[in-house]
């Protein structure tokens, strides 16, 4: 494993860098410890000073954290930028509220007084995921260091240059050395760190095997984690859908990135009264997507992340097929440099297909018909997967009462606004555990701790 950043449009390799020494690794480590020890006695407000800054650093330089990302993962440059903005309004969020989120709680007991106060634990290690290279920074960055934590980063390894720009946004920002650090190492390294007696928290993004090696090793260290995992979020269409509003939905919930998000709509389960129209609309409008350097605002269909990605992806397909599975769009990889594939759609997926239970990281529709409410829900929930899901109806009650069925992290109704700086995003079963953001996020890595005073008599 090296960290290479490589062109996704055009396959060129365009820097490649060594990972950290051992001793360059403890080095860093010990500098996070050293600035937690006064990062975690500085003001709420002192923290929000540098966090605001690097908020405006982001939204001052829109243009060039996007077009780095663009260049390094391919994501079309509109959504880069995009996310770049959004990166900066977290940060902005976190500086303005994290302190009435750990305000101190009063508690109310017979006897005497109580309260929970909230201190930070310490460094923290995040792993992060490819697909969002500053959001998904960001959504720990932004609550954790106004919680008085310090983190040590190990991001992924096609996106070396999204890493470095951030680290290098904090200190731009006047964060102090050791309040974030990224960290270019391998998963042995990746280990160590889990291991090390400074390191009080483990917070990882990305996939189930992922999730297992870091969130065990955690485990045995006795350490607090939060997992955010893979996804295979049912799109639920009910009979009384308005498919002027799902369609549009339906596409960027899967082509969104080109299908490699965690809560991308995976699994389009459909009434029958609906599914036809639905089906032929959605498979016209996936047609018309045009591939093209992601660069250019004009291209709806941007490559896949890397290679290896497209390889898998095409695979997954090959399987689903040989399972039984009918292709009715797509399937190839697009005769053209980069690493593109063709927007496809998977029919009659039977339970024993491989497709039925895997996540497919791209342009990939799985469409499963259904005769009623209660098949939808339950064909919803027969996944090893809980992170989000959506349900489309005119009957709004009606929907909130078929997302509380759904066993997920996360439910949507005639609408997939998957996130924003305030709301809390994660998932259940194998999509992981813990939650990012929001009040829930940010007391995710505190001492949360009960103070009782009083001159209580002892029992007799
Ligand atoms: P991945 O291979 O698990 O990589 C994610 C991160 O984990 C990378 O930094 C990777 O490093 C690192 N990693 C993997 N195995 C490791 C190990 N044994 N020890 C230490 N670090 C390790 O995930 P991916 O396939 O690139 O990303 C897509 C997955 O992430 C999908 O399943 C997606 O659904 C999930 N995801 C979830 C969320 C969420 O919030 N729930 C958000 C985004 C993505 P290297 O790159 O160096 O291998």
């Known amino acids: 494993m090296t960290y ?38 500085k003001s ?30 391919g994501k079309r440059i509109d959504e880069a930028r995009g996310e770049v903005k959004f990166s900066g309004d977290i940060l902005g969020y976190y500086a303005q509220h994290a302190e009435s989120f750990l305000a101190t709680a009063h508690l109310h007991p017979k006897h005497g007084k109580a309260h929970m106060e909230s201190s930070p634990l310490g460094v923290l290690f995040c792993v992060e995921p490819w697909n969002f290279p500053y959001y998904q920074l960001a959504r720990v960055a ?8 310090v983190l040590v980063v190990k991001h ?21 050395v050791g309040a974030y650090t990224n960290l270019l190492i391998s998963y042995e390294q990746s280990d160590r760190v889990i291991d090390d007696p400074r390191v009080k928290g483990v917070a990882l993004t990305g996939s189930v095997a992922a ?20 996804g295979s979020d049912a799109f639920i269409v009910l009979d009384d859908a308005d498919l002027d509003l799902a369609l549009p939905w339906a596409v960027w919930g899967r082509m969104f990135n080109v299908g490699q998000t965690c809560c991308a709509a995976k699994r389009f389960i459909v009434l029958d009264a609906v599914a036809d129209e639905f089906l032929a609309r959605f498979k016209t409008a996936l047609e018309a997507l045009l591939p093209g350097d992601p660069m250019i605002e004009a291209t709806t269909l941007g490559p896949l992340s890397t290679e290896t990605a497209l390889l898998q992806l095409l695979a ?21 440099p980069g690493w593109f594939m063709q927007p496809t759609i998977l029919t009659d997926i039977a339970p024993g297909n491989p497709a039925f239970r895997d996540e497919f990281f791209g342009p990939v529709v799985s469409l499963f018909r259904v005769k009623s409410e209660d098949e939808a829900v339950a064909l919803a929930n027969d996944s090893d997967f809980g992170l989000a899901g959506s349900v489309w109806t005119r009957d709004e009650a009606r929907g909130r009462r078929v997302a509380s069925r759904v066993d997920t992290g996360m439910m949507f109704v005639n609408n997939i606004d998957w996130t924003d700086a305030e709301l809390p995003f994660g998932g259940i079963k194998h999509s992981g555990y813990g939650r990012e953001l929001g009040r829930m996020g940010i007391q995710e890595f505190v001492n949360k701790k009960l103070v009782r005073s009083g001159a209580i008599a002892a029992p007799v």
């Open 4 to 41: 290479q950043s490589i062109n996704p449009n055009d396959g060129k390799l365009l820097k490649s860098f060594e990972h950290l020494s051992n001793a360059q690794l403890d080095k860093a480590l010990a500098a996070a410890e050293s600035c937690f020890q006064t990062w975690k006695h």
């Open 211 to 230: 999730g297992r090696s870091v969130a065990a090793r955690a485990g045995q260290n006795l350490k607090k984690s939060t997992m955010e995992l893979g």
């Open 156 to 176: 992924a390894g096609c996106v070396p240059q999204c890493a470095i720009a951030f680290e290098k946004l904090l200190l731009d920002a006047g964060a102090p």
């Open 44 to 73: 709420f407000a002192e923290r929000a000073v540098i966090l605001n800054r690097a908020a405006a650093l982001l939204h001052a330089h829109v243009d060039d954290f996007a077009r780095l990302e663009t260049l390094e993962m």
């Open 316 to 336: 997954q397909v090959d399987a689903a097929v040989k399972g039984g599975a009918q292709l009715l769009l797509g399937g190839e990889r697009i005769a053209r």
């Open 142 to 149: 932004g609550p954790q260091l106004m919680a008085g934590n």
